[in-house]
């Protein structure tokens, strides 16, 4: 007996793998100094809503893994009914859902705060998407009735897992002010911990969450702004699921990491140069066009690498509903970009003060549009800043031109709405992503959304793209989709084929094998 136990205690020393506990707690290296908001309706980076989408959920959302609008499923609601002018709509909610913390469960007045609070300006960064709400009701404590003014191109995009669409506590919005942006409380599978700062965001399992107790018990979700570090940190075993950088050199050297895989997936994050209309010398149409054909987008598109960016050819990214390529988007023409500055009165060219994120990804891609630039005359004077410091003094009007990525629900009323409206223009009370102070397309952007006949729909949007262009308000240049590397004993639970919150979605089936 005393050999048979010296062999089995033997047996366990040298074999511990066989007798370990799987593993829970994921480590997640992000691109960045620090969170920035992570109140979900004041969500605009990358670097938030990545995370923002793992605490909250929408009234319906969309399938795990995918951005596809026909794939959108009860969430929050368990079900809806619409009348027949597509102008009231009824969601029923979700029995028992439970809030992180002490918070009790969701009732239809968390859902009618949640939707007022993500429709108004001074609580919201997405408040021009419910600008078609008259009003938001709670027929009994589980019945939110939603009435429209007019018709939208699609209600439930704009009530997903996404954006404006998450449903937060009242009494915790109301109870912590302006903490709740930095302690926040949701119904998602994984609950806030704590933050230490320029370090890490702690995240915890929520064991009350109704579709389950997640299998990951904690998520460490680690600052390293550094490429080179987060890389390290990777190959070293320290981080299980990396921030990628949107590059090919980036996206081959990785893929030859042992135990490494690298996700690339959608959606194709738009990437734009608005040019503020309301500063000299953009004030001036040649000055913008100069700008428009100095821009070699295949040259953009090559330093990116062919697995992770195409060429941007409209104002609204490809495969939208409503995009159209003729458009009349200029060409890269050097010759033609330099006679147009001289006509301007510009001969020698000119120079811009351009405010610019210290992001990796977004910083290189930068200085390559400012050597390309440069070709022209056309100086860029970069002021790079903290990336959370970058989105404020943006939306502060405070660059002549302002470089944005974004992707938004793929249809082209959001993107124009948010981009292009007047009434989105930074610095006024209903200010969104309007960095340009454009106008040209307010009639058909506002004709569209409440036009029935989907035909008649579609060519109001590809009009309205033809006269941002004729305007140039913007400048688009490319499409990145988005690169993340895990290790590969990490599942998602899921096919990962596209994600509007731009990073992978850790839900209640995310493990470790």
Same mark, same amino acid.
């Given at each position: ?6 062999l ?10 066989a007798?370990?506990a799987?593993?829970?707690?994921l480590?997640?290296?992000m ?9 979900? @309706?004041?969500a605009v980076?990358t670097i ?16 795990p893994?995918?951005m ?5 499923e ?8 619409v009348?027949?002018?597509k102008k009231?709509?009824?969601?029923h909610l979700?029995?028992?859902?439970k809030f @992180? ?10 859902v009618?705060?949640?939707?007022? $609070? ?5 609580r919201s ?8 709400f008259?009003?938001v ?7 939110v009735?939603?009435? /429209? ?6 209600l439930?995009?704009l ?5 404006g ?5 009242r009494k915790?919005?109301?109870k912590?002010?302006d903490?709740?942006?930095?302690a ?6 994984f ?6 700062v320029?370090?890490s965001l ?6 009350g969450?109704?579709r ?5 018990q ?11 570090s987060r890389?390290l ?7 299980d ?5 949107q590059?090919?050199?980036w996206?081959d050297?990785?893929?030859?990491i ?6 690339v997936?959608?959606?194709g ?19 913008r066009?100069?700008?428009a054909?100095? +821009?070699?987008?295949p040259?953009?598109t090559?330093f990116?690498?062919?697995d ?5 050819q409209s104002?609204?990214p490809?495969?939208? /509903?409503g995009?159209t390529?003729?458009n009349?988007?200029p060409?890269?023409?050097l010759? $033609?970009a330099k006679s147009l500055l001289?006509?301007?009165g510009?001969?020698n060219?000119i120079?811009l003060?351009v405010?610019h994120t210290?992001?990796p990804?977004m910083?290189?891609q930068?200085q +390559?549009?400012?050597?390309e630039?440069?070709?022209?005359g056309?100086i ?5 800043v903290? @990336?959370a ?5 943006i939306r ?12 938004r ?7 124009l709405t948010q ?5 989105s223009? +930074? ?9 340009? @102070? ?8 506002d004709a ?19 006269k941002?262009?004729?305007q140039m ?6 499409e990145?989709?988005?690169?993340? +590397? ?9 096919d990962? $084929? ?11 089936t995310?493990?470790?094998?």
């Amino acid at each position: 007996m005393i050999f048979r136990a010296a062999l089995l205690a033997a047996a366990v020393a040298f074999a511990p793998e066989a007798y370990a506990a799987p593993k829970t707690t994921l480590n997640v290296g992000m691109a960045a100094q620090d969170v920035g908001r992570l109140d979900p @309706h004041f969500a605009v980076s990358t670097i938030d809503r990545t995370v923002v989408a793992w605490m909250f959920n929408g009234l319906v959302r969309f399938k795990p893994g995918s951005m596809d609008p026909q794939t959108i499923e009860p969430d929050l609601a368990t079900s809806w009914e619409v009348s027949a002018d597509k102008k009231v709509w009824t969601f029923h909610l979700r029995p028992g859902v439970k809030f @992180h913390g002490d918070y009790g469960e969701l009732t239809a007045d968390d859902v009618v705060f949640s939707l007022q $609070k993500a429709g108004d300006p001074k609580r919201s960064a997405f408040s021009a998407d419910f600008a078609a709400f008259d009003k938001v009701e709670a027929i009994d404590p589980a019945t939110v009735q939603i009435t /429209l003014r007019d018709t939208v191109p699609s209600l439930l995009g704009l009530l997903t897992n996404y954006s404006g669409g998450f449903i937060v506590s009242r009494k915790a919005v109301e109870k912590l002010g302006d903490n709740f942006a930095r302690a926040p409380i949701g119904t998602g599978p994984f609950a806030f911990a704590s933050i230490a700062v320029n370090q890490s965001l702690e995240l915890e399992s929520f064991p009350g969450y109704f579709r389950g107790a997640p299998k990951i018990q904690k998520i460490s979700y680690r600052f390293l702004p550094s490429n080179a570090s987060r890389d390290l940190a990777f190959q070293n075993g320290e981080i299980d699921l990396e921030y990628g950088m949107q590059d090919q050199t980036w996206v081959d050297r990785t893929r030859k990491i042992e135990h490494a895989v690298v996700d690339v997936f959608e959606p194709g994050e738009l990437t734009t140069l608005s040019l503020n209309m309301s500063q000299k010398p953009l004030d001036d149409l040649r000055v913008r066009q100069a700008i428009a054909y100095a +821009v070699n987008r295949p040259e953009l598109t090559k330093f990116q690498g062919k697995d992770v960016a195409r060429e941007g050819q409209s104002v609204i990214p490809i495969g939208y /509903l409503g995009f159209t390529a003729d458009n009349g988007l200029p060409q890269f023409n050097l010759a $033609k970009a330099k006679s147009l500055l001289a006509e301007a009165g510009y001969p020698n060219g000119i120079t811009l003060k351009v405010i610019h994120t210290q992001l990796p990804s977004m910083l290189a891609q930068m200085q +390559v549009l400012q050597a390309e630039l440069k070709r022209a005359g056309i100086i860029l004077d970069l002021q790079v800043v903290e @990336h959370a410091t970058y989105h404020q003094m943006i939306r502060k009007d405070l660059s002549s031109m302002v470089y944005y990525s974004a992707a938004r629900f793929p249809i082209a009323d959001i993107y124009l709405t948010q981009f292009f409206l007047s009434r989105s223009t +930074v610095g006024t009370p209903t200010g969104i992503t309007n960095f340009s @102070h454009c106008n040209a397309a307010d009639a058909e952007i506002d004709a569209a959304r409440h036009e029935p006949d989907e035909t008649k729909q579609i060519a109001l949007w590809q009009t309205a793209q033809r006269k941002i262009i004729a305007q140039m308000c913007a400048v688009p240049l490319q499409e990145t989709l988005q690169a993340w +590397v895990r290790r590969d004993d990490l599942d998602y639970g899921y096919d990962l $084929k596209g994600s509007l919150s731009l990073g992978p979605l850790i839900t209640e089936t995310t493990h470790f094998k």
